[in-house]
C-alpha cells in the first residue's frame, strides 16, 4: 500500500511499543518515518527494521521532555526527509500512585513529557505543515484518563490536557489545512506486558473487561489506525477522539 507514499512523519517514542508499531505502519504505507525517542540503539532497531521491508526511515535521539530537543527533532526531521506532513505525539513519561500520594514531581514529569512536549513539537511542526499547504498531527490521550482509572492521578491530568489542547489546535489550525486528533488506545508494550506478566489476576480481570477479549497490537490495531487517521481516506476528521481499546469503555 502506498497511500502515504511522499509524506514524511516523526514518531515520538518510537523506539518500543506503540511508538514502534506506528512507526513500522506508517512505513508500510509509504511515508519516509523520523523515529525520535532517548536510546540511540531501540531507535536504530526500528530504522533497521523498516529499512528490511523496503521502507526509509530515520533515527532522531532526543529528549521531548526538553523543548530545545523537541525543536531540533522537527528541524532534524525536515532537513534530513525534506518535509514533515505528519506529527506523531506518542512519547510519554509518568509516575503512578494513589490520588493522596502524589506529588508535584509526579505531576512535573508527566506534564513536560506529556502535554507540554506535545505542544512544542506542535509549534516547531506547524511552519513546516502550512508550507506543505496542511498535513495531520496525531496525539495520545489515555482510556485511563477517560474512565479513572485509580494511581493514574498525574498520567490522567496529563492525557486530559492533551486532549484540551488537540481540540484547540483543530480549531485554530484548520483554516491552514491542519487536521489535529487524539487516539486513546488500549495496547500491548514492553511496559505493559512486564507489569502484567507479573500480576495475572489483573491480566485476567483486564481481558475480561474488553469485549474484543484482547489487548492492541501495536502495529496491526494502532499503528494501523493512525495510518488510516492520516490519510486521505479520513481528511474530514479533525478534533475527535478515537477510543482505540477494543470496546472496554463499553462495559466500565
Known amino acids: 500500500m502506498t497511500t502515504l507514499s511522499g509524506k514524511a512523519a516523526l514518531v515520538t517514542g518510537g523506539g518500543q511499543g506503540v511508538g514502534r508499531g506506528i512507526a513500522l505502519a506508517l512505513a508500510s504505507r509509504g511515508a519516509a518515518v523520523a523515529v525520535s525517542g532517548r536510546t540511540e540503539a531501540k531507535l536504530k532497531a526500528v530504522v533497521d527494521e ?6 526509509q526511515a530515520l533515527a532522531v535521539v532526543g529528549d521531548v521532555g526538553d523543548r530545545a530537543d523537541v525543536e531540533r527533532m522537527v528541524a532534524e526531521t525536515v532537513r534530513v526527509l525534506g518535509s514533515l506532513d505528519i506529527l506523531v505525539n506518542n512519547a510519554q513519561s509518568s509516575a503512578q500512585s494513589p490520588l493522596e500520594e502524589t506529588t508535584p514531581a509526579d505531576v512535573d514529569l508527566a506534564y513536560r513529557s506529556g502535554p507540554l512536549a506535545t505542544l512544542a513539537a506542535m509549534q516547531a511542526a506547524l511552519p513546516h505543515l502550512r508550507a506543505r499547504g ?3 498531527i496525531v496525539n495520545f490521550g489515555s482510556s485511563a484518563a477517560l474512565d479513572g482509572q485509580r494511581g493514574f492521578a498525574s498520567y490522567a491530568m496529563a492525557k486530559e490536557a492533551i486532549r484540551g489542547l488537540t481540540r484547540v489546535a483543530a480549531t485554530e489550525w484548520g483554516p491552514y489545512g491542519i487536521r489535529v486528533n487524539t487516539i486513546c488506545p488500549l495496547s500491548l508494550s514492553p511496559a ?3 507489569y502484567l506478566r507479573a500480576r495475572p489476576d489483573q491480566h485476567a480481570k483486564l481481558l475480561a473487561e474488553v469485549p474484543l477479549g ?3 497490537d501495536p502495529e496491526a490495531d494502532i ?3 493512525v495510518a488510516a487517521l492520516v490519510s486521505d481516506d479520513l481528511g474530514y476528521l479533525t478534533g ?5 481499546e477494543g470496546g472496554r469503555t463499553l462495559l466500565g
Open 192 to 194: 505493559a506486558d512486564a
Open 240 to 244: 475527535a477522539t478515537l477510543v482505540l
Open 50 to 55: 523498516i529499512g528490511e521491508r523496503g521502507g
Open 223 to 225: 499503528g494501523r489506525a
Open 214 to 216: 484482547r489487548l492492541g
Open 134 to 136: 496542511g498535513g495531520s
